[in-house]
């Protein structure tokens, strides 16, 4: 009765989070790409226990911000229904305690794991209908044709010298705050420590996390030609979003995927701009808020293997392998392979990986490594939750997603123009699990298999 109370406030107010898939019947569990992967590979009980629990976790993390940003009214009609005092933090303590409680009751169920293996499913980022009704297979073939040519456009640029590249300002880097140096053997014992679990996952702990963060926290080179170039926090002015360029943040979280069918650890950067606009972005993508999210992926023993980088919206999607790791691109039928207009830079990461933005429009222009210089903006590290839970006055927290994952004020005009691609509301910036990254096949960002899909590695 409880979790059902809260859900249907947390429906009616509109502040589901919606990162992570509900799993029908289990109200204390929520799952993501890599733990329903996870389903097929349950070999004992501490396994099963373990996959359970990660689970349980993410349901509980989902609630915080959700109960977060429940308004106040709400809050009170919870806390009356429960004889609890009328305190977000009561309702939290609660979640946990039934979430306990109704997973040890499940538990002693003998069909629990075949009932929850079937509850556990993926959820997709297309509609198979917009598809039918926009003549996919029709608007495919210019759509393909209009992807080639904007990823050899973009692959030239990635090919210019730095002296050739063209800016429009004044070229700003960026740069973690109390960033650490790359040890190869520190790396390597993190690693292994995070290893130590029943489904070998890397799950570094909260410090080794901090230190990985710092590690490989990318430099930002922003071709700054206006307020619209300034990367910065996410906050709430005027019941609008907009980003305070006088803090430069970076958003992280942790995610996992394969490479070669084992468990691998991916760190992911988010930065953002108050709006993409500027002579060099298209007229139909330009609005409110935009950004890039970097995602470094290491190998079992903390090298990196792979870099890959998308604008929040999903687009622009591209990978930036080891090239001496890479056997071949797998073609992909029906889809447009993968893209690679560049490689990790041989410097990376002894040196810091460096991505130069170009203004306006957002796009990488060149990948490269390099040391942070002494003239730097100096951005912090926030965890990726703050913005599931933004302060929008002095009682009130607001997630700057809808409970469908879509940037709120992020309207563009090609939402209604690529309807045949499948893709609702594309151009909008997305919540974490909910990037579409292809208009022609389908491939979503957090797949977990996405690296063992399109490459075949030495």
């Known amino acids: 009765r409880f979790f059902d109370e809260l859900d249907s406030a947390v429906y009616r107010s509109g502040a589901r989070n919606g990162a992570y898939f509900a799993v029908p019947g289990f109200p204390y569990l929520r799952a993501d790409r890599f733990l329903v992967s996870l389903k097929d590979r349950l070999k004992n009980d501490a396994q099963k226990d373990q996959w359970v629990r990660l689970m349980q976790q993410l349901d509980i993390a989902a609630r915080k911000t959700e109960i977060q940003t429940l308004p106040a009214s709400e809050v009170e009609k919870l806390a009356a229904a429960f004889a609890l005092k009328p305190e977000r933090r009561m309702l939290q303590a609660k979640a946990i305690s039934y979430s306990h409680k109704l997973l040890a009751h499940d538990q002693r ?138 803090k430069p943040v970076a958003y992280y979280y942790f995610s996992h995927a394969y490479l070669k069918n084992e468990p691998v650890l991916q760190i992911n950067y988010v930065i953002w701009y108050s709006e993409r606009s500027g002579p060099k972005s298209p007229g139909i993508e330009r609005g409110n808020m935009d950004g890039l999210t970097v995602r470094v992926s290491l190998d079992g023993h903390g090298s990196p293997f792979i870099v890959d980088i ?95 994952g879509i940037g709120k004020y992020s309207e563009r005009i090609e939402s209604d123009i690529f309807i045949p691609m499948g893709v609702p509301q594309v151009g909008r910036m997305r919540q974490r699990g909910h990037h579409a990254i292809k208009f022609v096949g389908r491939a979503h960002f957090d797949d977990p298999y996405l690296f063992d899909k399109h490459f075949e590695f030495k």
């Not at 302060?391 to 997603?401: A, G, I, L, V, Y």
């Open 109 to 246: 169920q003998s069909d629990f794991f075949e009932v929850l293996e079937v509850a556990v499913q993926n959820s997709s980022e297309y509609s198979t209908l917009m598809r039918i009704f926009g003549l996919y297979p029709l608007a495919s073939i210019p759509g393909a044709s209009v992807t080639l040519r904007v990823n050899d456009e973009i692959a030239e640029r990635h090919q210019l010298p730095e002296d050739e590249r063209s800016t429009l300002g004044t070229l700003t880097v960026y740069g973690p705050n109390g960033g650490l140096g790359f040890s190869d053997q520190e790396i390597r014992k993190i690693m292994e420590r995070s290893k130590q679990n029943p489904l070998r996952i890397p799950l570094p702990s909260a410090g080794d996390q901090k230190r990985l963060l710092e590690i490989f926290a990318p430099l930002i080179i922003q071709d700054l030609a206006a307020d619209y170039d300034k990367l910065g926090a996410v906050v709430w002015t005027d019941k609008q979003l907009s980003v305070n360029p006088d």
């Open 310 to 404: 998308m604008n929040n919206c999903g687009c622009y999607h591209f990978f930036a392998p080891r090239k001496e790791k890479i056997q071949q691109i797998r073609p992909l039928p029906l889809a447009i392979d993968a893209f690679v207009p560049t490689g990790l830079p041989d410097d990376f990461p002894t040196k810091r990986l460096t991505i130069s933005v170009i203004s306006g429009w957002h796009q990488v222009a060149n990948l490269d490594a390099r040391r942070i210089p002494l003239d730097f903006m100096p951005y912090e590290l926030e965890p990726y939750q703050r913005l599931e839970m933004l302060p929008k006055n002095d009682t009130q927290n607001e997630s700057m997603f809808t409970a469908r």
